[in-house]
Structure formats: C-alpha cells, structure tokens
C-alpha cells in the first residue's frame, strides 16, 4: 500500500526526483525586475546574504511590523508587471493564483476595516547576496503571504513557505464566497470526521485550538510532541485522504521543488508521518491540524475571527532557510 501510494505521488510529479535548481527562466526574470530598479529601489532591495533579515520572517500587516525589501507601492508599472512575472516563475500555476487570491483579500478587508492597516500594495520583495552566486537568496512577503527561497551552488530550498486567508471565506461584497485554501481545509476536516473512535482518541489532541500555528513565526522549529496518529494506524482511504493532503501543499510549489520534497518523504517513509488534530470537526469553530514527517512539518490553523481566518505554513525540520544545503556547501569547503 505505502509503494502504491508513492507511485501515485510520482505520477503527479512526475520522473525527475533530483533536480533542485531553479530554472533559467526563474532567474531571468529575477535579473529582469532587478535590473529595472533605480539606484534608490536597489538600495531597498539588496542585502549582504549574511543579514539577520533573511531568516526573519513574518506575515502580519505592515502596519504591525516593518519588513525588509521594496514594496510594490514603490514600483512603477513596469517593474509591477516584472515582478509579476517573477512570483509566476517562481510558484506553480495554482501557488501563483493562490498568491493572487490572497493580495485581493486586502482588499476585502479595507472595505471591512477601514484603509489604515490594508494595503494590497504592501508586499515586499528582498534580495539576498548576488544573484546566481553560490550563496543567495530572495524573498515575497506581506500580509498572509511569506515565501523564502535560498540557493546554495545551485540548489534551491524554500521554506518556509507561508499561506494565510483572512476571511477564509468571503461572505459579503464582490468575493462573495471565495475560499483560497479550501481544499488544504475541506481534505482534513474529511480525513478527521472518517477516523473511528479509538483513531480519533489518538489524533485528537484535546478539544479546542491554541488559537494559532505552533510554530508561530521562529526562524528554527524542532518536531511537536504529541505527534498524533501514525500513518499505519489508518485504512488504506484514509492514507490516501492523507497523502492527498500533502499534495494540495505541494501543489502551489515549483514543480522541481515539489518533487524533491515528495523524494524525501518517500526516502524517510510514509509510514512515519502522524497526523493531529485539536478544537471542533466542522467549520463553525476553532479547528487546527499537523501533519509531521522526519523531514517536515505541515500546520494548519483556523481559529480566529470565529474560525473565518487561516493560517498554513510548510517548515523544514534541518532545512528552513536552505540550513541543510548551507551545512553540506561549508562542509564541502572544509575538505578542499
């Protein structure tokens, strides 16, 4: 069953297991947008890669906390129109609509809330070291929205990788009925409701959420204990229903990078992924669930605003920030 289950992963990612570069395309259109730059917006934009910034990360509104990089307000419509082009590049076809559907709920929300703290224009991009160097980095961030890509001699890594929705669904105005992550939501809440009795005294962890990830925004995360269900304590539906789960995620991620991330779960094994849950097993109240592996973590949140507010994050237990593919690049160095 775990073989078949990986073989139906590999049919949807295709052959290719290894390769961890971005393309040549990706990079260009990075070239293109920074090229585009003033020597004012440069000075925004580029970082030393050693900067504190690069590991900092945060997805609240700009209001509540400043963030490294250029904002879109800052750009003219050329440089709008390449940087569009860049998070295209850089995201699967459904991660960049995912993208888009998220920036447009600011607009949601400033009808709702008023301007002061809304402001889709308020994403920032940042680089970090020289592009195409063997060290070096870049990174998307905003309300809802943080994705963090490190390249180290030519291999990528790109977590975190952070989406948020508020509301998770729109209930009112021009939206009206729009759920970004409703498939990330609707697959567990199938998956939970699905176990019998003695499964969900293991995977549910008590009866309401902590309100939040558990995780929260640190740079470095270990694995959360209580860990929850183990994989081969669920039917063959309900491992599939799982395995589906980490698709969805994988799913808005360039397609190299989601194949290598699949490539290590199959190479640490299925069966050593544990599912959690805690709060209720509908959407009329708080509800949060993990999904951990040896490698990853997958966390899932939504609790505030009367559980009409998401927050989903992938993290990487030795390789946030591309710190796997750092540790193997000094350690090389040091046998030359």
Not at 50 to 68: H, M, Q, T, Y
Not at 160 to 185: D, H, I, M, S, Y
Request: glycine share 6%.
């Amino acid at each position: 069953m775990l073989r078949l289950l990986s073989l139906c992963m590999l049919l949807f990612l295709g052959k290719n297991l290894t390769a961890q570069a971005p393309s040549e395309h990706s990079v260009k259109t990075l070239r293109q947008f920074t090229s585009s730059l003033d020597e004012d917006q440069k000075a925004k934009v580029f970082y030393p890669f050693e900067n504190v910034e690069r590991l900092d990360w945060n997805i609240l509104p700009v209001a509540d906390k400043a963030r490294p990089g250029l904002a879109i307000k800052a750009m003219n419509e050329k440089q709008r129109k390449l940087l569009e082009k860049v998070l295209h590049s850089w995201c699967s076809e459904l991660g960049y609509l995912k993208l888009q559907q998220i920036v447009a709920l600011e607009n949601v929300l400033r009808e709702m809330e008023g301007p002061a703290r809304r402001d889709p224009d308020q994403y920032c991009i940042a680089v970090f070291g020289n592009l195409g160097s063997e060290l070096w980095g870049w990174k998307f961030e905003g309300h809802h929205i943080s994705l963090n890509f490190t390249i180290v001699d030519g291999k990528i890594a790109c977590e975190p990788w952070f989406f948020g929705a508020n509301p998770a669904e729109v209930r009112q105005g021009v939206q009206k009925g729009t759920r970004v992550l409703a498939k990330e939501e609707d697959l567990a809440l199938a998956l939970v409701n699905g176990l019998d009795e003695q499964q969900r005294k293991v995977a549910i962890l008590k009866p309401k959420t902590d309100n939040e990830i558990a995780t929260r925004d640190v740079s470095e995360i270990k694995p959360i204990e209580p860990s929850g269900l183990d994989f081969g304590l669920l039917n063959s539906v309900q491992q599939k229903q799982l395995v589906e789960i980490i698709h969805t995620y994988l799913a808005s991620m360039p397609d190299d990078l989601a194949k290598a991330r699949h490539a290590l779960i199959d190479k640490n094994g299925f069966q050593n992924l544990t599912f959690a849950w805690t709060g209720t097993l509908d959407r009329s109240s708080g509800h949060y669930y993990r999904i951990q592996g040896p490698s990853f973590l997958i966390e899932f949140d939504n609790s505030q605003n009367n559980a009409n507010h998401i927050h989903a994050v992938w993290r990487d237990f030795k390789g946030d920030f591309g710190r796997d593919l750092l540790r193997e690049h000094y350690q090389a160095m040091h046998k030359e």
